[in-house]
């Protein structure tokens, strides 16, 4: 039976003393797979705590203290912690760590084989090393948010640079979890936020260097369009003849039916402007009932507050009820995990204070 978690990593011990959403999500990652996630907080709690109902999805499942890593018994106890655990996440500016007397040098005197994971901004070295920054700024250094054209201007709705570092981090835990069991050696992993969108642009970014048709941007039945009764839906044909001709045939397009891909990026603005006709006439749900009969990839947009009542993601097993509201599980499923996987802790109570 497909399963939404599988305990890979049963037996592995994280220490997480990230803040925010990177670190948090790495970490959320690596406790759905089965990791013992014990996270350390500084007083007062992460301010990630100001939005409960993120605070609580990245951090369900986890041991979560409170511990001043300014003070030297903090410091003592986060030490004791590192000398037990096969992962340690954190997401400090470079060189804030060693200051503290935890740095990687430091952790790995008394556990040679840690995997330490560093999530920042620009990475450990280079001139950009110490600069602050949150998830847009990365998307502006990174070349994504020019992709957004004359929409550049709107702060994109989700924190890819957030989530796409914490599941590269996690990834490339795994990873060095896998090469530790052969070798022996632990290792220090340097994720730069701005590096992780950076590598992202590629399916842009080279074809454009390369004076190649942007496929992307120039596909006028690629795309999202208005519809009559208010809505909005995604068009997803790319250069697919036989979607496209089906579409015309449902939709009475039959002299386009016959144009190539090609003829269509050149005749772009005139398709796109009668697909927009098209599509302002009718209404969305007519269109989705159409589009699915004839095998034509098309979907209704979504506001990321429907999805929480999507049958089709219930049914996947992605989104769940708990005692703690809608849940998130794990997006990849397997079919050898148990049937009552659990869902993970509260984790909105902080323990100890040291």
Not at 53 to 63: D, I, R
Request: glycine residues 10%.
């Amino acid at each position: 039976m497909w399963q939404s978690a599988l305990p890979v990593l049963t037996g592995i011990r994280v220490l997480d003393l990230s803040l925010q959403l990177p670190g948090p999500y790495a970490t959320r990652l690596l406790a759905d797979m089965g990791a013992e996630v014990h996270r350390i907080e500084p007083p007062g709690g992460d301010p990630a705590r100001a939005f409960p109902s993120l605070y609580t999805e990245v951090n369900a499942g986890k041991k979560v203290q409170e511990v001043d890593l300014k003070s030297d018994s903090g410091r003592r106890r986060v030490l004791d912690l590192a000398r037990e655990c096969d992962v340690l996440v954190e997401g400090f500016r470079p060189g804030v760590l060693a200051r503290l007397g935890l740095s990687y040098e430091v952790v790995a005197q008394t556990n040679p084989g840690v995997i330490y994971c560093s999530i920042s901004g620009y990475g450990q070295d280079g001139e950009r090393a110490g600069k602050p920054g949150h998830d847009l700024t990365y998307h502006a250094d990174a070349g994504t948010l020019a992709q957004n054209g004359p929409c550049a201007a709107i702060v994109p709705p989700l924190p890819i640079a957030d989530l796409a570092s914490g599941l590269m981090a996690a990834t490339t835990i795994n990873a060095a979890l896998v090469g530790r069991a052969t070798s022996g050696e632990g290792a220090h992993l340097d994720v730069s936020m701005a590096d992780v969108m950076a590598s992202w642009t590629f399916p842009v970014a080279l074809p454009r260097a390369a004076g190649e048709v942007d496929l992307f941007g120039s596909t006028p039945h690629y795309g999202v369009f208005d519809t009559a009764d208010g809505h909005r839906i995604a068009l997803g044909i790319v250069h697919e003849q036989h979607f496209w001709e089906r579409f015309c045939d449902e939709f009475g397009l039959a002299d386009e039916r016959s144009s190539t891909f090609e003829g269509r990026q050149q005749d772009h603005q005139r398709l796109r402007h009668r697909l927009e006709t098209l599509f302002a006439g009718l209404p969305a749900a007519d269109v989705i009932a159409r589009t699915t009969r004839v095998d034509v990839p098309a979907a209704m947009v979504l506001r990321p507050e429907d999805v929480l009542d999507s049958a089709p993601f219930q049914h996947r097993g992605l989104i769940r009820s708990s005692g703690f509201g809608a849940r998130y599980a794990h997006p990849v499923r397997f079919a050898t995990a148990s049937a009552d996987a659990a869902l993970g802790g509260d984790s909105s109570t902080t323990g100890v204070t040291t």
